[in-house]
């Protein structure tokens, strides 16, 4: 599924991967509630299409998005080279996630795990989200929050895990609409944070007033609720 990420992204665009994304997540999610065979890892998968396309292509999407094509490729040149031709040996996903390992860097071991080597889903939602003036054109964001992960075992059991992975956050400013996130054409600004604990407080300083706010625009997640991830930023009045 990685080269169907890159020859979208190529023909098509940034816009366009990312809808497909949405649909990936959606065949991947309807997928398993239907399935009575329950669920394993990617690394442990097996005849199961919306483990292998639908999780498939979230997993590669989310690391190239994250992390570039480039160390990607050369994991898989490596690979290539090491078990290409008539008498290449059998390539095995731990020597895929050896390679991808050795390509990206250290930060990249949370997200590898969750998307590969357990089956993991992330909850994020806006409580609310303030813009106070501060004078001299500087604006403060405050951003309270929820972030939370669970892990399940094939048998579908939850438990909740520490939220590993970073999450992102696209403000939006005046001028746009505020449903486009950080898509390109928007005028909008991302950061990256680490919430600490499952109820979050941030704040950052702008130089131009917010209109709105989304976390985890681009959809690195898997997550199965979107529906509270975005909220409009309200002013706070003295």
Known sequence: QYGAVGVIDQEYGADVVLATALHHRDRYLDGRSRSDRGERPLVQVDEQDHLHYGKGFLAFYSLARAFGREPIDRALRSLMEE?????????????????????????????????????????????????????????????????????????????????????????????????????????????????????????????????HIVLDPRLLLIERDLTDNEAPVREERP
Request: hydrophobic share 40%; charged share 25%; aromatic share 6%.
């Open 83 to 211: 078990h290409g031709g008539p008498d290449g040996a059998p390539l095995l996903s731990p020597e895929l996630m050896e390679a991808l390992a050795r390509e990206l860097p250290e930060s990249a071991a949370p997200i590898l795990k969750s998307l590969f080597e357990r089956i993991e889903f992330h909850e994020v939602a806006v409580d609310s989200a303030t813009v106070r003036e501060l004078g001299d054109q500087r604006y403060l964001l405050v951003v309270d929050g929820a972030a939370r992960s669970v892990e399940a075992n094939e048998q579908g059991a939850e438990s909740v895990i520490p939220f590993a992975v970073p999450l992102e956050m696209s403000v939006s400013f005046g001028g746009v609409d505020p449903s486009a996130g950080d898509l390109p054409g928007g005028d909008s600004q991302l950061f990256t944070i680490q919430p600490e604990d499952e109820r979050f407080h941030l704040e950052v300083e702008l130089d131009r007033a917010p209109v």
